[in-house]
């Protein structure tokens, strides 16, 4: 039991690329919806600082 567990996560020598492309995908799952989060936010302040200019203008 214990030789199939350390085989597993050994993965006959290419562990450090399956864990690491593992980890680096979850990461990556992680930050995106972050990011996007913020650039929403920023789009969101810059149409609304553009909708404010116009009407400033028109009045």
């Known amino acids: 039991m214990k030789d ?3 085989e597993f996560f050994a993965m006959g020598g290419y562990a450090l690329y399956v864990w690491g ?3 680096m995908t979850a990461l990556l799952m ?3 919806p ?3 989060r913020q650039r929403r ?3 969101v302040q810059r149409i609304s600082r ?3 200019l116009k009407s400033e203008q028109q009045s």
Do not use: N, P, Q
Request: proline share 0%; net charge positive.
């Open 30 to 32: 992680i930050i995106e």
């Open 41 to 43: 936010k920023a789009a």
């Open 34 to 36: 972050i990011m996007v």
């Open 50 to 52: 553009l909708v404010r």
């Open 4 to 6: 199939g567990i350390t």
């Open 21 to 23: 492309s593992f980890g």
